[in-house]
């Protein structure tokens, strides 16, 4: 297994796209989440709970959930290998549009939301080899663990890896206490365990985020972030949006601080969005996805969503950069957390319009 160019980075770990090549062979591209090193004295304790938490992941099989396929430690270094979704994060998204002082089309963050409640309620009840249903958690879902697919699929990543993190890195750094507890339960918050509830409470963050805005309001300190995420603090809305009331209820129900009052679980509250997007005509928004994608980020989604001619002389959509040998790296050679650089890119060739041979000026390289 082979490392390529980082796709992104956190406070303790790097994720990056790798090269998954059998001995027949085949290849397959996959996400490769490599976590600081673990002190040596929590190395024992930190492996464990890293393999077991891989161990669940991987029996989980849902369209809704980003699958673990193997695990390794190399230095001390644990790393998760996963499926790689080709596309950005709900935060990035989400963002996008709050520079533009806008939200998102209610149908289309109404399926993005039914999507994330599918990946909850498949990952709780999915099933082990033996046919025991796991009850898997997520414990720190946020928009940064939403991912949107460049072809409108919807993906939740990093199930029970928050508990793998804390074992796992040796960092304790105020202001990523803080990111990660913004979207946390209050009682996950304060280090008490968490349960079913408590991704419930999450989801309705997830929620908020979506059809209102941030849980917290800007100027709001890290060491702040922490005390207000542990007393169950949402940030009362500034005004009324144009919302279904059943929708609000939903929020409403799963932002309580006393997870007695809230859904008992997320397969519950996704049953209850599933009815509101049924009632209002939602079906199936991979196609209005791919084309809000299109817009904001100008990918590959364009290909299959741009309305033009069939026969064309414009440029194809740049595709991902061919892997060369020069450009892989070794994972045991790897003796920390790996910060890369960017990939060079190979020339693109033009279209050559219908009927002419392609010419050596069809040939345009990228620096140009």
């Given amino acids: 297994m082979r490392l390529l160019e980082v796709l ?40 464990a709970l890293a393999a077991r938490t891989a161990i669940r992941a991987a029996s989980v099989r849902h369209p809704n959930v980003v699958e673990l396929y193997e695990f390794g430690q190399r230095h001390n270094q644990p790393f998760f290998v996963t499926e790689l979704v080709d596309g950005v994060t709900l935060q990035m998204l989400l963002e996008r549009y709050a520079r533009k002082s806008l939200r998102l089309p209610l149908d289309l963050a109404l399926f993005i939301a039914t999507e994330v409640g599918e990946a909850l309620s498949g990952a709780r009840t999915a099933c082990d080899h033996r046919d025991r249903q796991l009850g898997m958690l ?16 919807v993906k939740v990543a990093d199930f029970e890896t ?84 059943a929708l609000l209820h939903i929020m409403r129900r799963a932002l309580q601080i006393d997870p007695a009052d809230r859904y008992p679980n ?9 009815r509101i997007g049924l009632a209002m005509g939602v079906g199936d928004g991979r196609l209005f996805l791919r084309r809000a994608l299109d817009r904001e980020f100008g990918n590959d989604a364009s290909e299959a969503t741009a309305e033009r001619p069939y026969y064309s002389s414009a440029p194809p959509p740049e595709r991902p950069v061919p892997v060369r040998p020069d450009d892989l790296i070794d994972l045991d050679a790897l003796p920390t957390v790996a910060v890369g650089g960017d990939v060079p890119s190979a020339p693109r060739t033009r279209m050559a319009p219908r009927g ?8 345009v390289d990228d620096d140009e």
Avoid: C
């Fill in 356 to 363: 002419r041979p392609l010419r050596e000026a069809d040939v």
């Fill in 266 to 274: 997320a397969s519950a509250m996704a049953f209850e969005l599933r």
């Fill in 8 to 47: 992104g980075q956190g406070g303790s770990s790097t994720v990056h796209r790798g090269l998954l090549e059998s001995k027949t062979g085949v290849r397959r591209l996959v996400a490769v989440k490599v976590f600081g090193s673990i002190p040596s004295e929590d190395a024992e304790r930190g492996y």
């Fill in 138 to 153: 997520h414990l720190a879902l946020g928009p940064r663990k939403v991912l949107l697919g460049w072809r409108g699929e």
């Fill in 162 to 245: 928050s508990m793998a993190v804390v074992a796992a890195s040796s960092i304790r750094n105020l202001r990523i206490v803080a990111h990660r507890t913004a979207t946390m339960a209050p009682e996950v918050a304060r280090g008490e365990p968490g349960d079913a509830r408590s991704d419930v409470f999450s989801f309705g963050v997830v929620l908020r985020e979506l059809f209102v805005g941030p849980r917290f309001g800007p100027g709001v300190k890290n060491a702040e972030a922490v005390q207000l995420a542990r007393d169950g603090f949402v940030q009362p809305m500034s005004f009324q949006p144009h919302l279904p009331e």
